[in-house]
T-cell receptor, first 112, second 112 residues
Framework: EPEVTQTPSHQVTQMGQEVILRCVPISNHLYFYWYRQILGQKVEFLVSFYNNEISEKSEIFDDQFSVERPDGSNFTLKIRSTKLEDSAMYFC??????????FGPGTRLTVL | GIQVEQSPPDLILQEGANSTLRCNFSDSVNNLQWFHQNPWGQLINLFYIPSGTKQNGRLSATTVATERYSLLYISSSQTTDSGVYFCAVAGFAAGGSYIPTFGRGTSLIVHP
């Protein structure tokens, strides 16, 4: 069964460093998403991506964040200058049109 | 944006008991999903159910879109059902934006 994959599973970085989180969505899906979940809290929407551009973004998705689909399979989230409060689990998801979303296993980001 | 409220926030059961989890939402939606977040943090799709009723083994779900709520039923609970259950909704808000929103979840503990 096709699934969304994410790498790395855990990323540790120093405050101020740039990180890139990678995702491979399900191959025939057209919409891609990033979410974050701070420990013990709810899952929060960051951004959705369709047809090689951002379709929606939340207030959390400020100028330090960017997304890219560098090739036909990968979808990346870049955080330019990490802060302590960026420590969270980051989930990638994909969907066929605006229907059921399938989530990857997540990347746990720890900012020291 | 759409507000999502889940109840109860916490639930403790003995193995074999049945339970009902509720998700209320503040506006019309065209996408509603139930997820189980397991102890490893993975979000497992349970149901995609913008309306109607579905069943999958010991789990079933009902969404009454006109009254803006959804229910998740767990019958004959098992210790492996422990975790957090999230409801997530999405719909076109005024202005055309489509922002997926998660509830805060119901934390379920099933004791043997």
């Amino acid at each position: 069964e096709p699934e969304v994959t994410q790498t790395p599973s855990h990323q540790v970085t120093q405050m101020g460093q740039e990180v890139i989180l990678r995702c491979v969505p399900i191959s025939n899906h057209l919409y891609f998403y990033w979410y974050r979940q701070i420990l013990g809290q709810k899952v929060e929407f960051l951004v959705s991506f369709y047809n090689n551009e951002i379709s929606e973004k939340s207030e959390i998705f400020d100028d330090q964040f960017s997304v890219e689909r560098p090739d036909g399979s990968n979808f990346t989230l870049k955080i330019r200058s990490t802060k302590l409060e960026d420590s969270a689990m980051y989930f990638c998801a994909s969907s066929e049109m605006r229907h059921e979303q399938f989530f990857g296993p997540g990347t746990r980001l720890t900012v020291l | 944006g759409i507000q999502v409220e889940q109840s109860p926030p916490d639930l403790i059961l003995q193995e074999g008991a049945n339970s009902t989890l509720r998700c209320n939402f503040s506006d019309s939606v065209n996408n509603l999903q139930w997820f189980h977040q397991n102890p490893w943090g993975q979000l497992i799709n349970l149901f995609y159910i913008p309306s109607g009723t579905k069943q999958n083994g010991r789990l079933s779900a009902t969404t009454v879109a006109t009254e803006r709520y959804s229910l998740l039923y767990i019958s004959s609970s098992q210790t492996t059902d422990s975790g957090v259950y999230f409801c997530a909704v999405a719909g076109f808000a005024a202005g055309g934006s489509y922002i997926p929103t998660f509830g805060r979840g119901t934390s379920l503990i099933v004791h043997p």
